[in-house]
Structure formats: structure tokens, C-alpha cells
């Protein structure tokens, strides 16, 4: 079984900062995709990576992909009420199935 | 939208008593997956299905049974509910290669 990392646990900040969450594996993605979850909803899909060392962005967010694609982070720029929730990194090692963190739950207090 | 629909979305029972809970998808699409999601343990998976009657264990299936009569609805059974199986139930399906989309999810308590 593929464990995942996820860190950290919690993170509360106000309004207007910045912030960077990460997620870490031992072995090497094949893919691995960023989910958000909002309290009694289902994950929602934000974003898959593939190649090593790539970058995407989804406005004031930021995803990079490691050289080596054991390791991952999410930059969140100028962090809004909106942006509260549980932030999921889930991986792909060679099959279909998505092994997921454990989650980084993300208050930004206005 | 995936077109993922859950039922029911919240249900009590007793220990000991069968309960299933149904996933239905509008998107015929071959691959879907049954969750559960605790606190402390994130997402894992169940059982999934790559097909009419195709289907697999994932790394928590004990206790759980799985059924996919058709494309669009894959049936999750507790054939006897315990208290440890009290969590919150998601049903994803695979739209494009990798990427998951998820239902609204069934909350169950099992007293």
C-alpha cells in the first residue's frame, strides 16, 4: 500500500496571506491530482499533474509536480474565506486507482 | 458535473441489519469507485468496478459487498452493519484516464 504524506495537518491564517501545503510520497507518481472538499460535499477535482517538475496554475492558486514526482504543493496566493476547506493530494502508481492523503484542512479567517 | 447522484444520503441503522446504498451515474462511464472517508484515515477505497460485473476488492472491503448489474448503478451492500462501519460513503466514477469525480456522498450510523 502507497502512503501519503500530506502537511500540514491544519493550517489557520488570516486573510490576505499566503500559504503552501504539501504532499509527499516514498515511491513515484504516475499522475497525482489535487482535490478540495467543503464541509458534506463530495471532493472536487482541481487539477492532475503528470510530468515531473511541471506547474499549473488555477488563478491564485499554484500546483507543482516534483523532478523526481514523489512530492508535490499547492501555493495559495492572497488566501480568501472561500479558500477554507479540506485540500486532498491523491496519487496514481502505475494502475487507475487513487491512493489519497490524509488531507490538510485549511481555515482563512476573515 | 459528472452527473453522480448518491441514496440515500443519510441513513441510521441498526447493528446487525443489512443496509445498501446505491450510486447512480447518467455518463456511462466504465470505471467507478465506493469510498469511505474517516477522520484520521482520509478516503479509502472499497471496491470498485470496471464493468457490468466487473468488479475488485480495494484495501478495505471486509464486511462490504459490491454489484453492477448495469453501467449506470453500482450497488454497495453491508450484509450485516457493525458500528466500525459508521462513516461517510463516496462513489466516484473515472471520467478521463486518472481523474475522479466524486458524488455527493451517503452519511451512515450504525448504532
Known amino acids: 500500500t502507497q502512503l501519503l504524506e500530506q502537511s500540514p495537518q491544519f493550517l489557520s491564517i488570516q486573510e490576505g496571506e499566503n500559504l503552501t501545503v504539501y504532499c509527499n510520497s516514498s515511491s513515484v507518481f504516475s499522475s497525482l491530482q489535487w482535490y478540495r472538499q467543503e464541509p458534506g460535499e463530495g471532493p472536487v477535482l482541481l487539477v492532475t499533474?503528470?510530468?515531473?517538475?511541471e506547474v499549473k496554475k488555477l488563478k491564485r492558486l499554484t500546483f507543482q509536480f516534483g523532478d523526481a514526482r514523489k512530492d508535490s504543493s499547492l501555493h495559495i496566493t492572497a488566501a480568501q474565506p472561500g479558500d477554507t476547506g479540506l485540500y486532498l493530494c491523491?496519487?496514481?502508481?502505475?494502475?487507475?486507482?487513487?491512493?489519497f492523503g490524509t488531507g490538510t484542512r485549511l481555515t482563512i479567517i476573515p | 458535473d459528472a452527473g453522480i447522484t448518491q441514496s440515500p444520503r443519510h441513513k441510521v441503522t441498526e447493528t446487525g441489519t443489512p443496509v445498501t446504498l446505491r450510486c447512480h451515474q447518467t455518463?456511462?462511464?466504465?470505471?467507478m469507485y465506493w469510498y469511505r472517508q474517516d477522520p484520521g484515515h482520509g478516503l479509502r477505497l472499497i471496491h470498485y468496478?470496471?464493468?457490468?460485473?466487473?468488479?475488485d476488492k480495494g484495501e478495505v472491503s471486509d464486511g462490504y459487498s459490491v454489484s453492477r448489474s448495469k453501467t449506470e448503478d453500482f450497488l454497495l451492500t453491508l450484509e450485516s452493519a457493525t458500528s466500525s462501519q459508521t462513516s461517510v460513503y463516496f462513489c466516484a466514477i473515472t471520467a478521463d484516464r486518472y481523474e475522479q469525480y466524486f458524488g455527493p456522498g451517503t452519511r451512515l450510523t450504525v448504532t
Open positions: 455518463e456511462n462511464h466504465r470505471y
Open positions: 499533474v503528470v510530468t515531473g517538475g
Open positions: 468496478s470496471y464493468g457490468v460485473k466487473d468488479t
Open positions: 491523491a496519487g496514481t502508481f502505475g494502475n487507475e486507482k487513487l491512493t
